[in-house]
Every structure is written in structure tokens, then in C-alpha cells.
């Protein structure tokens, strides 16, 4: 049965048909994300009969929601089921002036990375476009967010590698940002990739697509390859040219990521090391200490070990400390893993 979520406008008129007038595919589509309508039977804008075929014919492709964790910060992290079978984490990051949803690209991660919980589940599959259009849906609905009332931040940053799964999360990113859809600015979404070279310059050329934000976490390239070891296929070198050339918009700078790691990558010499390579790029750095996790050979250095760190970078470019959220339930950067099908890790 098709799933109605994850169709664009096009892909709407093409289901209905020419039998059925324009207007009905905009009414549909306005139904699903801007409406964000649970049942077909609230679409009343539809004829009756309509709305049946559509019941017996299709299915809203919304995923369900298996495990619920609150954080003592207000963070909670979800465990869904999706539509095509399987299952995935998303967070929500509740603050003053905005919130956050924290979506899943994959199931699972191909990348690997040595320091995060999720590299060790390996890639499953990729998500569909509407799996991860359902994740932002639900959380919403779960949350009771609105994106044409409060500002709405989404990063594709939870499990999976986004700049493999491409297609299906720039036509995700399309509909999100479409303000008869779902409504959220591109400036108010962000991707995080490991540096996937010739990938970060075909997102350079979408139309419509998410900020780039990109894990560095090494100042030289044994250092780098050794923490993520999907880098390998991507040299240093090779993944800064890409971000010197990547076409920023007006308002953009780029991101990158730099998880400290205890003794392996906080030194001052390292922090000179990432000034060296980031010099001639217009772009702002977030700080992150090592979130812990079961199994994983790290350890968080201490806040003055992260701020001195800080204070070598931001003489060149804005670098930011980004507080941990949810650390208490396992929902903080580099945490989202299942320890089975159906089983959340637990703190």
C-alpha cells in the first residue's frame, strides 16, 4: 500500500490523477504536512468518496512511536517504528526561543566513527524520504510544535550518514521547507556529514537544501582517519578544498563538528593545527566534549581542557561550546543506538 507521506506536489497530482481537478492535489498535500491530519477522514476538504479510495488504496505512512525517554533537561528521545519496517531514534530539544528535532537519516551508520555509539550498529537501510518527513511529523505532533508560530530548528544529525541516503533527503528537505508543507526555512536546517567529498558538491548545487555542518574531529589526516574510518576514502586535504569551494548563500557560514576526546585530539597544538586548516574559510566551529558510551575507549576532558581549546579558535573564527542534552537517556551527539531490535541502550 503506497504511503501518502513522502509525496511531493508532483508526485500528489500524479496519484490522483487528471480525473480529479488541481486544487485536490494542493488540498491533499496542504492535509498531510501543513494540517498534519492522523486519518484521512479529517481531510473534509475532500469529497467523501474521495477520501475512501484514498483509505483503500494508500496509507498515511506515519510512524509509531514504540519507546519514550525524558531527559531531567526536558529532552526527550524517541524510539519509532517506521512505515517500511524497522525502527529509529530522533530527539527533541525543547529550549527558550526554539526547539530542535534531532532526525535519523539511516538506520544505523555506515560511517563507522570510533567515539559514537551509533557507528557500532553498522548500516541497515536507508529512510525514505517520507520515514524521515514522518520523524519531524510525529515529534511535532508528540511535542505540539508549529513551525509558522515558533521557530523550529531541524538537524539531520541522529543516526546515519545523510549525504549517502541523498536523494531521499533533499526531496525530504524540499517538503519541510515548502511553506504550504511543512514550513521550516532552510536557514533553520542543518546536515552533518563525515566529509563525503563528491556528495557535499552535489548538495552544493541543490536548489533547496539544509546548512552543511562537517565532523572534523582531527587536526591532521592519520589523526582523522583513525577516528572515522570512513575519512579514509576522503583526505584532508581533499575535504577542505570541497568546503572552499562550496557555494555558501548571503547569510551562511560553514559548520564544523570537533568532538574532544580526552588525550587524543584536545591539545593546544591540535586546536593551532584546526586554525591552520580552517584559515581561509568562512565558517564557525561547535565544540563538543565527548558524550560517553558503553564500550567506547574514550574519555570527556575536563571543561577547562575544552576551554582552552576554545580560546586558541575563537582568535579566528566564532567557536561555540555546545552544551550536552540529554546525556542522562543516551540522547546526546554520537549516543543514538538500539541495542536490539525493539531495545534502547540505557543510562
Not at 469529497?47 to 479510495?53: F, Q
Request: charged residues 30%.
Amino acid at each position: 500500500m503506497r504511503a501518502l507521506i513522502g509525496l511531493d506536489l508532483e508526485d500528489v497530482r500524479g496519484l490522483l490523477g487528471p480525473a480529479e481537478p488541481p486544487y485536490r492535489a494542493r488540498q491533499l498535500y496542504e492535509a498531510l504536512y501543513r494540517r498534519r491530519i492522523r486519518d484521512l477522514a479529517e481531510a473534509t476538504d475532500l469529497p467523501a468518496a474521495l477520501r475512501r479510495k484514498l483509505a483503500e488504496e494508500t496509507s498515511l505512512g506515519l510512524p509509531h512511536i514504540l519507546e519514550r525517554y525524558e531527559s531531567a533537561d526536558g529532552t526527550r528521545r524517541y524510539l519509532l517504528e517506521t512505515g517500511q519496517g524497522g525502527s529509529v531514534e530522533a530527539v527533541f530539544m525543547p529550549e527558550e526561543s526554539r526547539d530542535t528535532l534531532c532526525i535519523s537519516t539511516q538506520i544505523g551508520c555506515p560511517a563507522g566513527c570510533r567515539f559514537c555509539l551509533t557507528g557500532l550498529m553498522g548500516l541497515e537501510r536507508n529512510l525514505t524520504a517520507g520515514e524521515i518527513l514522518g520523524q519531524v511529523l510525529e515529534l511535532a505532533r508528540d511535542n505540539g510544535l508549529d513551525p509558522h508560530s515558533r521557530r523550529l530548528n531541524i538537524v539531520l544529525m541522529g543516526q546515519g550518514e545523510p549525504l549517502l541516503n541523498l536523494p531521499e533527503v533533499l526531496k525530504a528537505v524540499r517538503i519541510l521547507a515548502d511553506p504550504r508543507a511543512v514550513g521550516v526555512p532552510e536557514r533553520r536546517m542543518t546536515l552533518s556529514t563525515v566529509g563525503i567529498v563528491p556528495k557535499i558538491r552535489e548538495l552544493g548545487q541543490a536548489p533547496v537544501r539544509p546548512k552543511l555542518a562537517v565532523s572534523l574531529n582531527g587536526s591532521t589526516r592519520e589523526q582523522r582517519s583513525e577516528l572515522m574510518p570512513l575519512a579514509r576514502k576522503y583526505p584532508l586535504e581533499e575535504l577542505i578544498e570541497a568546503c572552499r569551494r562550496y557555494p555558501l548563500r548571503p547569510w551562511e557560514k560553514l559548520t564544523f563538528e570537533y568532538v574532544l576526546l580526552k588525550g587524543v585530539n584536545d591539545s593546544p597544538e591540535d586546536a593551532r593545527r584546526v586554525v591552520r586548516l580552517l584559515s581561509r574559510l568562512n565558517c564557525k566551529v561547535n565544540l563538543i566534549a565527548w558524550n560517553p558510551g558503553p564500550g567506547l575507549p574514550f574519555e570527556t576532558p575536563e571543561p577547562e581542557r575544552v576551554e582552552a581549546f576554545q580560546a586558541i579558535l575563537r582568535r579566528s573564527f566564532p567557536t561555540f561550546i555546545r552544551k550536552p542534552r540529554g546525556r542522562d537517556i543516551f540522547a546526546a551527539c554520537g549516543q543514538l543506538k538500539r541495542a536490539s531490535a525493539g531495545e534502547l541502550v540505557r543510562p
